[in-house]
């Protein structure tokens, strides 16, 4: 080290100073050469880079600056290596780019910009200088090179309306245009199912009440009542004689009576009970009565499988197979290979064009049997037609334009939501549509050779050019920038915007 750098003023960072505050104080010493002790300051002790920033920033305005790290001072090598003056080193460009990053570019993402956000007056003069020239590049190259030529038309549209007739044929292999027909493919799927559902019927399994019964006859004459003559009770409960009997005219009779279903509901207080089978004149006339309560009725309520609950199962057995079974077809369908074609493409398909069909089924155990539970068993066959959805468009397209003609477009496009099925014959692999189109038409135009031809022109003349074609309404021709007086050679650069009008 030097004599004079022994003699150096020494220059205490403290750790709150940044690099703008350390690079202010270097610069107030008079001296050229400064020993800086950052032992007290964290970055510039533990950042190497850091200090050759700071180093080399210093040596721009002829400060030649020695870090203090431990009791004695430390150069970097970068310094020693150099034994000119400072100010000899500070004019050498080649001495400040090494010492600002002596490892290479590869040190640039290491710079600790967040720590230190400073940028010297020497770059923010190379930063706005670099911003004012890419600024007047831009602006020339948008003003200059890239002129741009803005049309507009307005084309008149003629009605429209056709009905055409589409068919899918799971036996055509190729399109048929000239028939309207469609290669198409019949998907089939059957699955065996079986399910088991619960049984929901309950039924009174308990005992009987019993008792008797005075039949009562209110009229001039006898009456016979046969065995097992229904009497009704007013909550309901049917009890049921057990014999003949014989009413004497104006008198009554005595009979045995058991009550229709079992349960304790059927033990009866005295009531009077009408017979369901007269008329409601004659049943005032003649009635039961019941004088001792009837008894003997107990409770014992048991499932037991009806034909509601095989019809409430076979509908949710169908319902659930349908839904499976669709999902199962609609997902073949948007990847299934297509007669013509061997690779897998979005296929059409709609769920007119689906269906399910559910084999006889067969419940277990049979109807009228004590269970908690019963199952069915049967076959689902499910059907859908199918085909490539892009050939279809294209194909429906080919029919369409074949009505309209080559000089003629539609303004709308006919998809497949246009298309009405007509008919479906599973049984023959067929099915047919009917397309109702009703769309303006406007006159076609090749816009690649239309901007070919508008090269080089200038605008009046390319709007008289324009409204000479046939089918074009009005024309409008805009050139920029204001200065440039003919339509750009470059393709890209014409624009050509088309509205319709009737």
Known sequence: MPSSQSTAPV??????????????????????????????????RADPLVRRLLQATAADFGKDITFQLADRAVRHATVSADQRGPRERAGSSSF?????????????????????PIVTPRGRATLAVFAVLTGMLLTGVVTFVVPRARVRLVLATEPFAADLTLRLDASVREPQRDTGTHPARLLRIEEAVEEEFPVHTTVEKGARAEGVVDIVNQTAAQQGIKARTRLQGTSGVV?????????????????????????????????????PALPAESRRLLYGEIVRPLHGGTDRLVRQLATTDVERGTTALRENAERKLLE?????????????????????????????VVGEAEISPPVG?????????????????????????????DLLQQRIGNEKDPVRKSS??????????????????????????????????????????????????????PGVRTAEVRLSPVWIKRIPSLRRNIHIDVATQP
């Open 239 to 275: 009890v049921r004689t057990q014999r003949d009997v014989i009413v004497p005219a104006l008198g009554r009779a005595s009979v045995a009576v058991r009550a229709e279903e079992g349960g304790s509901k059927a033990n009866l207080d005295p009531q009077r009970l009408v017979i």
């Open 96 to 116: 400040r780019r090494r010492r600002l990053l002596p490892g290479g570019p590869r040190e640039l993402p290491l710079l600790p910009w967040r720590r230190f």
């Open 328 to 356: 199962l077809i609609q997902r073949e369908a948007r990847t299934a290979p297509t007669p013509h074609s061997r690779q897998e493409q979005v296929s059409f398909s709609r769920p007119e064009l689906s269906r399910v």
């Open 416 to 469: 497949f939501e246009d298309l009405r099925v007509v008919d479906v014959r599973w049984d023959h692999g067929r099915t047919e549509f009917s397309l109702h189109s009703e769309t303006p038409l406007i006159p076609r135009l090749n816009f690649d050779e239309l901007r070919e031809r508008l090269q080089g022109r200038t605008a009046d003349d390319a709007a008289a050019f324009l409204r000479a074609i």
């Open 369 to 397: 049997t004590d269970a908690e539970s019963f199952r069915i068993r049967t076959t689902v066959r499910g059907e859908a037609f199918t085909a490539d959805a892009a050939s279809l468009q294209a194909f429906l397209t």
């Open 11 to 44: 220059l205490r960072i403290p750790a709150s100073d940044d690099l703008p505050d350390i690079l202010e104080k270097i610069q107030r010493v008079p001296a050229p050469h400064v020993v800086i002790d950052c032992r007290q300051h964290p970055v510039l």
